[in-house]
């Protein structure tokens, strides 16, 4: 089982509003990843989560707020957003960050729309 | 500065013949490589990979070459199938596991 699962699937939501993104995953891995895609650009990594605590920043704006509860869930809390900020965003999982060689599953994503 | 490129935006090819998709990198650190595909609206799906000790890894239809001094991977997908068509993403990562993605090729195979 190499399932990654994401919720919600698509979320609207305005400048001033705050919400949640969600991330599951039961393979026992213990790195977890946030990606923004944008429209036919690559996934470019924000945050890594190893062993539940935040060990890559990439200089992600704060109104971004990725919080890691255990070991299966990852959450990304939004706040003040902007229109630019709208893309896919994806999680992804792998059994340990140390190694380069670990491959990293992805969730099917969450398509944000800021109005 | 991207640091994977994938030169082609998009490949038709007939279904039955070979598809074969090109990767190259320019940071020498990179020592793990890997293929996604991807349909539209769903994550990347994990397909191959092939660590820096290797030339060559094979996967039933799927096959990754790695040429370290040029500093290139492909992905040969022989016989190519309709349901094959997709967008594929080179990865490549060295440490850290930062993945740092190519922007993809989208390929077509013709029934």
């Known amino acids: 089982d190499t399932e990654v699962t994401q919720t919600p699937k698509h979320l609207v939501m305005g400048m001033t509003n705050k919400k949640s993104l969600k991330c599951e995953q039961h393979m026992g891995h213990r790195a977890m990843y946030w990606y923004k895609q944008k429209a036919k650009k690559p996934p470019e990594l924000m945050f890594v989560?190893?062993?539940?605590?935040?060990?890559i920043n990439e200089s992600v704006p704060s109104r971004f707020s990725p919080e890691c509860p255990n070991s299966s869930l990852l959450n990304l809390h939004l706040h003040a957003l902007q229109p630019e900020d709208s893309a896919l965003y994806l999680c992804a999982s792998s059994q340990a960050e140390a190694a380069s060689t670990d491959t990293q599953y992805f969730g099917p994503g969450t398509r944000l729309t800021v109005l | 500065d991207q640091q994977v490129k994938q030169n082609s935006p998009s490949l038709s090819v007939q279904e039955g013949r070979i598809s074969i998709l090109n990767c190259d990198y320019t940071?020498?650190?990179?020592?793990?490589f890997l293929w996604y595909k991807k349909y539209p609206a769903e994550g990347p799906t994990f397909l191959i990979s092939?660590?820096?000790?290797?030339d060559k890894n094979e996967d039933g239809r799927f096959t990754v070459f790695l040429n370290k001094s040029a500093k290139h991977l492909s992905l040969h997908i022989v016989p190519s199938q309709p349901g094959d068509s997709a967008v594929y993403f080179c990865a490549a990562s060295g440490g850290a596991n930062n993945l740092f993605f190519g922007t993809g090729t989208r390929l077509t195979v013709i029934p």
């Open positions: 940071n020498s650190m990179f020592d793990y």
């Open positions: 989560y190893s062993y539940e605590k935040l060990s």
């Open positions: 092939i660590s820096s000790i290797k």
